[in-house]
């Protein structure tokens, strides 16, 4: 499963309700004990694109700088990423140590460069930095993160239209489970010892009476899929059609209603701001079979309210829109929204619809 907790949802600007754009994604191992799973410090997690200020949102968080396994930075645009030196230097003087993949385009290097010359800022941990058109380019194939030998991670990238060049996200998450077949092995008359152990490891190993025993002959393996993809600013939706295949879950900005994108683009021709409308994206989503699907990054002209009668810009307006087009589970994030999204492969038909859910705000939970 993983675990998205949304950090900023606003395009642009902050608003007193919305911070810019950054969202955690927790990697939890629905395979792991109880009681590890209670401790949410201990899960791995991935943070996509880090706006001014997301340090601070992760304070009301319950969520660690020293359990950050990647940064992912979608784009260029400050909303996306000024957050970031002061989200690096906070975890340096937190006392982080372990290394830090970041995939980013190139020019975060260059701008991470300018403020440790500038700054004189010093990282004791070192930044695996992968650059996205390397990956775009096939000099790199997909980011693999092996969380343990059970837990993997994959992360691809997808190209999008916007004034700069733009990527989505694709994160994958697959975690494997070796079951004994115990029965198996007490019909074949050998008795409970050490031996169980080492053949659920995946050893072959070698009875006292000689006998050979074949790990794979006595071992079930079970997997578990989880995939999402997370969409930086684009205007064509259909940049994600072979990415959205198989995906329990899209999450795209939606930064206007069509109206509204259409006056902006009629009023200056010159100037396209290249985001897509919350119609545009459920129109693709409908056409992708797409499930489940959370809208984000909205314009700071839309309050937070929802009140479909109100001639105030509001949230009702952003959910009728993308409704207009789109039947399927729809939310619109708010800071510290949490969701589930569980891609288990042994749901029944009827749950496979609803593998998303809501979980409240991390601010509920704060210490």
């Avoid at 675990?3 to 810019?20: D, E, I, M, Y």
Wanted: charged share 15%.
């Amino acid at each position: 499963m993983l675990k998205l907790t949304f950090l900023g949802t606003s395009a642009g600007v902050p608003t007193k309700q919305r911070n810019v754009t950054a969202l955690a994604i927790e990697c939890l191992n629905t395979y792991a004990s109880s009681a590890n799973q209670q401790n949410s410090k201990s899960h791995p997690w991935l943070l996509i694109d880090c706006g001014e200020g997301t340090q601070q949102q992760l304070l009301h968080t319950k969520l660690s700088l020293h359990q950050l396994t990647a940064i992912c930075i979608t784009h260029v645009h400050g909303d996306h990423c000024y957050g970031l030196p002061g989200l690096l230097a906070s975890a340096a003087m937190s006392g982080r140590r372990q290394p830090l993949t970041v995939i980013a385009p190139k020019a975060i290097a260059t701008l991470l460069d300018a403020i440790v010359l500038t700054t004189e800022l010093y990282l004791p941990f070192t930044i695996d930095f992968i650059a996205v058109e390397d990956i775009v380019e096939g000099q790199v194939g997909k980011v693999d993160i092996a969380l343990n030998e059970q837990h993997q991670l994959t992360i691809d990238i997808t190209p999008l239209s916007h004034r700069v060049s733009s990527h989505g996200f694709g994160i994958t998450q697959n975690i494997s489970r070796r079951t004994l077949n115990t029965a198996k092995l007490i019909a074949a008359g050998i008795p409970t010892s050490h031996l169980w152990g080492s053949l659920q490891q995946g050893q072959d190993v070698v009875t006292d009476e000689g006998q050979q025993l074949h790990s794979a002959d006595y071992v079930n393996h079970e997997t578990q899929r989880t995939r999402i993809v997370v969409a930086g600013d684009n205007d064509m939706p259909e940049c994600l059609s072979a990415a959205v295949v198989d995906t329990d879950l899209l999450v795209h900005e939606a930064t206007y209603t069509t109206d509204v994108l259409t006056k902006i683009q009629a009023k200056n021709p010159d100037f396209d701001p290249m985001h897509s409308s919350a119609r545009l994206v459920g129109e693709f989503a409908h056409n992708s079979g797409i499930q489940n699907l959370i809208l984000t990054h909205f314009s700071a002209r839309y309050q937070s309210f929802e009140n479909p009668n109100s001639s105030t810009p509001n949230m009702a307006h952003i959910r009728a829109d993308a409704q207009s087009g789109y039947q399927g589970n729809l939310w619109l994030a708010v800071d510290f929204a949490q969701y589930i999204v569980n891609g288990a492969s042994d749901l029944t038909n009827n749950q496979k619809h609803d593998r998303v859910h809501y979980l409240g705000s991390a601010r509920n939970h704060e210490k």
